[in-house]
């Protein structure tokens, strides 16, 4: 196939129109519009949203912390994780498992404390011997090391139940208290 002068005229016309154009646009640079917001901005706006999220607390050498959640949403930028049907399981320094449960809460991931929250059942906290302490709500402060709940509080095991209000647990000694109107029932 034989290209004709034509041909070769155009080719020509449009290589050079091409060359221009990329030529111009590498020099020129993007300089982007103050009033028009930028591409950055808007992706700071995003919320992640993770299925089956999993976090694992480590202190020292041991696990501390296993937080699990169906699903977590984190905004950019913030330090709170949203997270929905949490299960928590707290490894003591004794050895011993404390598990926490709950509809809804959030994981604060700069503080590393938490808050559980009831949606549709009460947030719960299993113990190793068979004692379940049920509540509204419930706040861990890592500063403190302690589990916090200002409601009403409702702890059942195989002999007793007691219920009260303000419930103050360290996890690591085992230390329970509920700090008023306390009502006990043993059988």
Partial sequence: MRITSKWKLLLGVIYIFLFIVVVAGF????????????????LGDTVQEIDNFYLTRINGPNVEWEIRAKK????????????QDINITH????????????????YNIGTNS???????????????????????????SDEDRQV??????????QTFSLEGEELVANLDSGIYEIRKNIRARIW
């Fill in 27 to 42: 020099f020129s640079g993007y300089k982007d519009n103050p009033d028009r917001p930028s591409v950055m901005k808007t």
């Fill in 72 to 83: 977590a949403s984190i905004a950019s930028g913030e330090e709170d994780a949203v997270l």
């Fill in 91 to 106: 490894r003591a320094h004794s050895g011993s498992i404390i598990i926490l449960s709950a509809d809804k809460g959030r």
């Fill in 114 to 140: 938490f808050l559980m929250e009831k949606e549709e059942r009460d947030v719960s906290i299993r113990l190793a011997q068979d004692i379940s302490i049920n509540v509204g709500n419930l706040i861990w």
């Fill in 148 to 157: 916090r709940s200002m409601g009403m509080v409702h702890v059942t095991g």
